[in-house]
Nanobody
Framework: QVHLVESGGGLVQAGESLRLSCVAS????????MAWFRQAPGKQRESVAHIFAAGTTYYANDVKGRFTISRDNARNSVYLQMNSLKPEDTAVYYC?????????WGQGTQVTVSS
């Protein structure tokens, strides 16, 4: 079974940056729309960015201009560069297919932004 492994989270101050990485254990990416999701405490999981196989990207309004999603199909990887982080970006971040059926969720990576 394919597994997703997210990494790169941490504790940062407002205004700082982080780069998240997601690697899949198998070659499953190339034709799929990949997305980064986040789930804050007490809230539902939400998509913050997604990228088509050819590279077209879309962003949620509250991260537009600050976050950049990218992918490397040869490495079965997707990335999220997060700049100008805000306390409201605090959440566990996950990657997965944008559209169901999705792969099993990974463990996610915790991002905590202090003010």
């Amino acid at each position: 079974q394919v597994h997703l492994v997210e990494s790169g989270g941490g504790l940062v101050q407002a205004g700082e940056s982080l780069r998240l990485s997601c690697v899949a254990s198998g070659s499953i990416f190339s034709t799929k729309i990949m997305a980064w999701f986040r789930q804050a405490p007490g809230k539902q999981r939400e998509s913050v960015a997604h990228i088509f196989a050819a590279g077209t990207t879309y962003y949620a309004n509250d991260v537009k201009g600050r976050f950049t999603i990218s992918r490397d199909n040869a490495r079965n990887s997707v990335y999220l560069q997060m700049n100008s982080l805000k306390p409201e970006d605090t959440a566990v971040y996950y990657c997965n297919y944008l559209i169901q059926p999705r792969l099993p969720w990974g463990q996610g990576t915790q991002v905590t932004v202090s003010s």
